[in-house]
Structures are given as structure tokens and as C-alpha cells.
């Protein structure tokens, strides 16, 4: 049996200054299951500290945060509360 293909969404924040990013991955993620994946790419520094923040008050987690120069890279895997 072939494993289902995982589909990840991936939010385009670069340029946006907060609260925009974590709106933006907030729009994404809404309606979708559990364990959907999301990748945000941002060059707002304040991503580090506001994307985790606010998958913690709505029960998701980050699974990954990278910089790449001046963009900033997170993936998070959705919670059952999206």
C-alpha cells in the first residue's frame, strides 16, 4: 500500500510587519485537520517569538523554525483546536 502524499500549505508573509504573519497563518489554518502542516516564510523577526506564542495559546506546535538570511522559515503541525 503507497502512503498518502503529505500536503503541506505554505503562507507567504515576507514583507508583512506584525500582527499580519500570525493572521495570515491564523486564515491558513483555519477549518483545516489535525496534523495539517503549515510553513510560514516571513522577514519579520518578531515570527520567532509570535508564531510559537500563538500555537501555544491554540494548542499547535512548532516543528521547525529556520533563517534563511534575512527570511525566517517556521513550520507548524496543527493541534486539534485549529
Do not use: F, N, Y
Not at 20 to 28: C, E, G, K, N
Not at 39 to 58: K, S
Not at 61 to 77: D, K, N, P, S
Request: hydrophobic share 40%; charged share 20%.
Amino acid at each position: 500500500m503507497i502512503p498518502p502524499t503529505r500536503t503541506i500549505t505554505r503562507v507567504d508573509a515576507r514583507r508583512l510587519l506584525c500582527p499580519m504573519p500570525v493572521i495570515r497563518l491564523q486564515s491558513a489554518a483555519k477549518g483545516q485537520p489535525q496534523g495539517t502542516e503549515i510553513e510560514v516564510l516571513a522577514t519579520d523577526p518578531g515570527v520567532m517569538a509570535d508564531i510559537p506564542a500563538w500555537c501555544r495559546v491554540h494548542g499547535h506546535a512548532v516543528t521547525a523554525q529556520t533563517t534563511l538570511g534575512r527570511e525566517i522559515l517556521i513550520r507548524v503541525r496543527l493541534g486539534p483546536t485549529s
